[in-house]
């Protein structure tokens, strides 16, 4: 007799695997919409008043102050930051000059995100595993994987500091370079190709515009 060319054992066979490939795809497709989410949903980071400009003196070295925030207005028991201000005693108020009035740190510690403490004089320090920065926020000792976030700030009705937007930010053969917010922790700009590295260390996903260059 003519082979019609599928035995029973082979249409089962294929069955399976048929089931198998749809049960996989309904399981994976939700699993890589939650991997590719991180990078594809955007927050956006509210400007946020920390004060009069008044409220945060030059001094004679480094000293910065603390100004708290709410990062999300909506959730206000959920989201409050602390950014510490440090007055360089210069006088431009572009945030991006060289002689810019003021540098904003976020107090997060990049190896697990405790709160940094400021330490008059010398940087900034981690009481929970012992990480140190320097005044430009750079690690100088423990476990941080790289410098502390900075805080884009602005001027507005003469005497009020707001921040309008946050990012990371590293070192590239000494020059001060930035991206966009990574979570304690993960590098801001790891090797391999860039949609690797951003499902493997998503941004925060502020919607960020474009990334500043300092001048």
Known sequence: ???????????????????????????????????????????????VLLGKVGDFPSSSGFDPKA????????????????????????TSEDWLDPDAMFIVFSNRCMHLGCPVQAAQGLGFSCPCHGGQYDT????????????LDRFQWEIKNSDELWITQRWSVDFIDGQLTYFPVKMPGQP??????????????????????????PK
């Open 1 to 47: 007799m003519a082979d019609d060319g599928t035995t029973r054992g082979q249409f089962l066979s294929l069955s399976t695997v048929g089931i198998g490939a749809v049960i996989g795809g309904v399981i994976g497709v939700p699993a890589t919409a939650y991997m590719l989410a991180p990078v594809t949903d955007e927050v956006k980071f509210e400007p």
């Open 188 to 213: 801001v700009a790891p090797p391999g190709p860039s949609i690797i590295a951003d499902v493997l260390y998503p941004n925060v996903t502020y919607e960020y515009g474009k990334v500043p260059r």
């Open 67 to 90: 100004a708290t925030y709410l990062e999300d207005t909506q959730n206000p028991g959920t989201s409050p930051g602390l950014a510490w201000v440090s007055n360089t005693g210069k």
């Open 136 to 147: 430009e926020g750079r690690r100088i000792a423990g476990p941080p994987i790289r410098p």
